[in-house]
């Protein structure tokens, strides 16, 4: 039975995406099944496992307006064992579509059926707002993955994230947890970089992974290739810092 | 008669609150009065101008929801001559609540009313998705700054940003404009950000700034005192940037 992990921050450019494509490529490498579940109308770790957006034809869209299951919608990435749902443009509208219709929050966690089955791990990544998309991805979550980058802003949002993640919990989602907090983008040449690290360490304790990920080019560039950085430059220090990180959520992983 | 510059791009983390905070700071260094309005739940461009959201009343919730004109809720800065119509944590819910209502669109610009001409710019900060709050942003402004990080990643949503502003001008605001593109977090010393500063001016021509904003780390350093970066460190190489930036902006200011 496979985790589900949703990875959530209304703040934007924190590495929601670039998380969802080189976890789930480092998970592959540890000789795990992965499925990632675009939920961004921006289709960025769908472009950054290689997908061409354009030739899609069934997206997250068609599973959450038009009652498709996600495994109608799944299709093979760059890797073998690692799957995607996509997403594309069309995805835009779901948001409004969502507020209209009956159990908008609900329609991910049916459409995913058994798909979870399948995999050992299905990461979703959301947009970041906390409107129907990301709330659709929180209550399919067993658990949460929150990006945190080490910079000031980013830790202003963190009261509003854990409140709805409150709200998920009590309403739609008893047993959603948060699995781990993970600090993105930290630059050692910086003493912002530290202080915001401590700040969150202080305020999560062990929730969040021990794995910090540097900021490093080679995970900027990868995306214009289609490639997690695994496959791009798999010895820079963006590349071992992701492989670290899934050893430590497969040791977090579901129990039994 | 000010102008009014929404600064728009729903993919996230690309200088959008920097930017308001630190050109507005940089256009009242020019000796032009400016207001920005914090339209983003998560206040970053209100927290950057030195404000404890906590002990803000009145903010743009109240205006998008509970009738009351932008005037009555602007408040004083840390700067002369820079006001601010703050955001506080309320505001997150507006969305879903606008989406009930009637005029959905245009509550912003009702509230506007005849603020714009005690300033010389009004500046608005978005949050990063194309939701209701902003497009009440689009719909009040005159003509729109359009934020874009020099990474891969931010090329891709620019297709559907400027399909929705297509949109508004149709329906909402006919006189909306493109004002200008403004590259940011450029970095010198990689490819990328040449390869994506190239790919942007072959797709906007002169509309694109002049003016680049290199990343530079005062930049984001700034926020934690909740100073502008003119005031934080006004002779390094960010601050410079956005005073450049802000004759710029001037230069292409209403005619008449
Ligand atoms: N550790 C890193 N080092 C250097 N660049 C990074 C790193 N992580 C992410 N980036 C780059 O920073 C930008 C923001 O990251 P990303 O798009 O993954 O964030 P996000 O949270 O998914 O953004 P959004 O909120 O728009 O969905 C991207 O251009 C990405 O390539
Ligand atoms: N030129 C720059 N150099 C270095 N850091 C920068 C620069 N511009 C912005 N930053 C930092 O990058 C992060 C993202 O910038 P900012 O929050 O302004 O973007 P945004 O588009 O407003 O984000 P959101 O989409 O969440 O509203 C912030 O932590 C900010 O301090
Ligand atoms: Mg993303
Ligand atoms: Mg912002």
């Known amino acids: 039975m496979g985790q589900i992990l949703g990875l959530v921050n209304q703040k934007g450019g924190v590495g929601k995406s670039t998380t969802a494509v080189n976890l789930a490529a480092s998970l592959v490498a540890c000789g795990k099944r992965v499925l990632v579940v675009d939920s961004d109308p921006q289709g960025n770790s769908t472009s950054g496992l290689g997908l061409d957006k354009t030739g899609v034809e069934r997206c997250v869209y068609d599973t959450l307006i038009n009652g498709r299951g996600l495994d109608e919608v799944i299709t093979r990435t760059c890797m073998d064992d690692l799957d995607v749902a996509p997403s594309t443009i069309r995805l835009a509208g779901a948001e409004v579509e969502l507020a209209a219709g009956d159990s908008r929050e609900t329609r991910l966690r049916s459409a995913m059926g058994t798909v979870s089955e399948n995999y050992d791990f299905v990461l979703i990544d959301c947009p970041p707002s906390l409107g129907l998309l990301t709330v659709n991805a929180l209550t399919a979550s067993d658990g949460l993955l929150i990006p945190v980058q080490c910079e000031y802003y980013a830790l202003e949002g ?99």
Chains 1, 2 share one sequence.
């Not at 993640?165 to 600090?183: A, F, M, Y």
């Not at 490093?216 to 010895?235: C, H, I, K, M, Q």
């Open 158 to 256: 963190l009261s509003q994230l854990l409140h709805v993640v409150d709200l998920v919990r009590g309403r739609l989602n008893s047993s959603l947890e948060i699995i781990g907090v993970l600090l993105t983008m930290y630059d050692a040449r910086t003493n912002l970089s530290s202080q915001v690290a401590d700040e969150v360490r202080n305020h999560f304790g062990k929730t969040v992974y021990r794995t910090v990920i540097p900021r490093n080019v080679t995970l900027s560039e990868a995306p214009s290739f289609g490639r997690p950085v695994l496959l791009y430059d798999g010895r820079s220090k963006g590349a071992e810092a992701y492989l670290r990180l899934a050893e430590e959520v497969i040791g977090r992983g579901k129990k039994g």
